[in-house]
């Protein structure tokens, strides 16, 4: 598939949009509780710098990433929290110029990655462009949640195609995270852009098929959504079973969401 080839512009993009929903919240707004159990919209953003504050390192200090890294302990959920706690005790305005200034380091550490070359990142190496749509992917999820917290409709663009390709690369991360073995086989995907492109990964004599609209599929990879609210197709058993475990992201897949829990949003 063809995408548009500057995934940094896009990721600047996404993290524009995020800021746009953040940027006038007063305390009572901050404070929202956000669909994930335990995180306010504070959190939301904390967790985000704290992302991007490791990306920016690892693509622009790849020794200090790897220092730092290396005392990481190995529970995923006690790092997650270490790592926003730093950001989360700031005044709010403080936290929101955080995150712009830890944002726009990693873009521009990224877009300085050269062609070809991997940065270190949490699991293995990746090419710049990976980890920068892996970026995309946690705006996406963490900017849902905010969205929801908020009562906000957000528009989609074919940005998504750069989430789109990330989960299709890391398609067996929902088996492992449940220490299930990963199938011997390749799935089909037919993912419809926002635009109306249609996205093609995987053979075409498949004989196990996901097809739908991007949109849903970020939010099925990104667990903001539960399958049976979203208009996605699994042809073949294995594929269905995908449906029921994809994510695209590593560490435990958590709860995700509720048949019908955003069934009937309120606007803002």
Not at 156 to 163: C, E, S, V
Request: hydrophobic share 45%; proline share 7%; charged share 20%.
């Amino acid at each position: 598939m063809t995408q548009v080839p500057d995934v940094i512009s896009d990721l600047t993009a996404d993290g524009d949009e995020i800021d746009q929903l953040v940027a006038n919240l007063d305390d009572a707004e901050w404070a929202l509780e956000t669909p994930a159990v335990g995180w306010t919209i504070a959190h939301q953003i904390a967790h985000l710098a704290a992302t991007f504050r490791l990306a920016g390192m690892a693509a622009g200090q790849p020794e200090t990433f790897r220092a730092v890294t290396s005392r990481m302990s190995g529970d995923f959920d006690a790092n997650v929290n270490a790592a926003l706690a730093e950001f989360l005790a700031e005044p709010k305005p403080v936290l929101l110029s955080r995150f712009r200034a830890e944002r726009a380091t990693a873009e521009k550490a990224l877009a300085a990655v050269p062609a070809g070359e991997v940065v270190p990142w949490l699991v293995r190496p990746l090419p710049g462009p990976v980890l920068a749509a892996a970026g995309m992917m946690e705006l996406f999820g963490h900017g849902q949640d905010i969205a929801d917290a908020l009562g906000v409709e957000r528009t989609r663009t074919d940005r998504l195609g750069h989430l789109v390709g990330f989960a299709v690369r890391t398609w067996d991360f929902g088996y492992q995270a449940r220490g299930i073995a990963t199938p011997e086989l390749e799935l089909r995907f037919e993912i419809t852009s926002p635009s109306g492109t249609l996205w093609e990964f995987g053979p075409a004599d498949s004989t196990q098929r996901i097809s739908g609209p991007a949109a849903d599929f970020c939010l099925l990879v990104t667990r903001r959504r539960h399958r049976d609210d979203l208009a996605l197709t699994a042809v073949g058993a294995e594929a269905d079973r995908w449906l029921d475990i994809a994510q695209a992201y590593r560490g435990p897949a958590g709860p995700g969401r509720t048949p019908g829990q955003f069934a009937s949003p309120g606007p803002r």
